[in-house]
């Protein structure tokens, strides 16, 4: 029995020994992972882009000669061009100026005395206020907007009628939009803008001429 209480004490021995020298070695467990952390989405930053889309409006003028009334109707058409802006994010709030030009399809086709008032191209420099829900931004705009007039006049009593293009730099544009993000770079948008050039004098004739329109249009836009 002696023998046998030696041989267990002796072997308890051993394990004990064992379990120490194993509890010294390096673990076989790889390194902890350093934890990825998103970046928060932001709308701070330079971007460029493109727009298309419709406008439709109205012509303002008044009377040539002593026989008539110009009564063109209304213009519309396609426009189409790009834009460059900045914007600043503060929280939720989103600042912005925006510059964009259009080439323009707007015209009202010629009446039966020959009239026709077109407009091939305007451009705007507006700021941006804006909401941002992450990707998502509403916005309201509004600045200066710029364009050409160009007006065709059949004869009317002592005015022997002509044509003449008329640059408007006078005008205002108001509007909104809703943009979104689909990329940290990629952002895509819709936007709608009320444009009035102002109207100007036209044949030295103290008839002045002018348009409004409503510009409906998409974009997309690459943020820097």
């Known amino acids: 029995m002696k023998k046998y209480l030696l041989a267990s004490v002796a072997a308890l021995g051993i394990v004990a020994a064992g379990a120490a020298s194993a509890a010294d070695l ?5 390194p902890v992972v350093a934890p990825v952390y998103v970046p928060v989405f932001t709308w701070t930053g330079f971007y460029v882009g493109v727009n298309a889309g419709y406008a439709w409006g109205n012509v303002n003028a008044g009377t040539f000669g002593t026989t008539r009334t110009v009564n063109i109707g209304d213009l519309d058409g396609f426009v189409g061009g790009g834009q460059i802006g900045y914007n600043y994010q503060m929280g939720q709030f989103v600042l912005g100026v925006e510059a964009d030009i259009q080439g323009a399809d707007l015209n009202t086709g010629s009446n039966s005395f020959g009239d026709r008032v077109r407009t091939d191209y305007f451009g705007t420099v507006r700021a941006r206020v ?4 992450d990707r998502f ?6 600045g200066w907007a710029y364009g050409n007039v160009k007006t065709t006049i059949g004869p009317a009593g002592a005015f022997a009628g002509g044509s003449t293009d008329k640059s408007h730099t006078g005008g205002y544009a ?18 709608y803008l009320y444009v009035d050039l102002g109207e100007k004098n036209v044949f030295d004739s103290g008839v002045k001429v002018g348009t409004d329109f409503s510009v409906v249009r998409a974009g997309l836009n690459y943020k820097f």
Do not use: D, H, I, M
């Open 174 to 191: 108001v509007g909104a939009g809703l943009e979104y993000a689909f990329t940290n770079n990629w952002t895509a948008k819709v936007e």
């Open 137 to 142: 931004l509403p916005y309201v705009t509004g």
């Open 26 to 30: 390096p673990s076989r467990k790889g």
């Open 130 to 133: 804006g909401l941002a829900f």
